[in-house]
């Protein structure tokens, strides 16, 4: 591959979180897609390679031997030699069952896109595992999910571990994916606390090469009974469970539900990452969930940020460095410098201390918007309210330019020095570039 290369309580009993990482949890990987169930939707052609989006039943027994039936989808090749041998599991993320969209949704498609995905041969895999989507629309409703149950929601750690074990030894995902060379793993806001609670346990042993999660900032969720709790521990991740890159927005570094500030460190597993100017999710995405005032919601597109990562991801996995962390403050020190015009400044880069407006988006480094990360006038102690609140809003500035000509060579210049440090993909960066140079703006 050349490219890519409702939350719990914050206060966790300390027994519960020793008894999370001394368990003996460790999934028997039993679980099977069945085949009888299997449908095969055509999902388009990129970069030349015809895919199809398979979908079908997964079926197992839990670690503590309850059985589970739920829905599973695999995007791939047609013809599995054309991939690549890299599977990316996304991690379904709860929160959008309890708004407009009503189901488990696939931020990893949402960010990274299908286009980026799939550029290069990836493949991709999800399953439901959590039991509150249970019910809740799959995909685009062609799969028979009727049948589907999770009879404890402590079971959702093993269903997941099940299924990605599976990717590499089920007969009919072999016969879908090929032969698995590396697998990666995402999870965004409560699946990312999930995905980082999997990689500080025994159960993530050598389940991914690298992950790659956002919008957690410190701590994790973890199994314990038949509940998922929450600690709010900063852990390492475990040194068998492959390397972890995280990435938050300035809103988890003011809000202090996240405490981002105190997930700010570099190790030999593990890299983080914040974004200047950028809330928890766009104003685009607002709308889509059917969120109040969405058009007043922060505009900042951070996903070119993400789909960098990804790539910097898979290449730390073959000995090649990230590029250095980006963070708004020191760690554990969650105040933020700003510039003239109100937008957060990037102060730590590799852990060192800096003096520069660089290392933000281009649009936030030229002063397009002020850009609100977190807005508190929405944040009324509802699901609906914070969600609103961390989408945060902007104040329009394009009508400082004056000059179009300079504005697009701002822009122009911003974004190549990121792709230089590895930030921004050159195809990001020509997009970018491109939405300036067809703006109104200055003119």
Known sequence: MTRY???HPLIVLTAAVASFMMSPRTSLADGRIDPNTLITIPHGVFNGVLYNRYEAMFEGESSSHRPYRVPCQVIAPAWPDDGNGFVLFDWLNRTTVFTALGRDFPVARLMLTDDFLFAEGGSYATVRCDPIAIGTPWSDGRLDTSAEFIM???????????FVRALDTDPLADDLLGELTRKGAFGYSASGWRLRGMLRHIQGKGLFDFSLIGGCGRGYDFPVGDKIQHSTTEKLPRADAGLEIDFCTEAEVIHPRFSAADSRHDDMNYRSYEFAGCSHLRNVDAALGGLPNADTANPADWFPFVRALLVAGYAWCDGVEPPPSIWL???GDSRIARDANGNALVRFVGGRPIDTEGYRLPEVAVGENRYIAYDP??????LIGLLRAIFGGFVDLTNAFTSHDDYVEQITDHTTRLVGQGYLLEADAEEIIRRAKESDIGK
């Open 152 to 162: 404890s929601a402590g079971d959702e750690y093993d269903i997941v571990a099940d």
């Open 329 to 331: 403050g020191a760690p």
């Open 377 to 382: 006038s929405y944040d009324d102690g509802t």
């Open 5 to 7: 290369p409702s939350r």
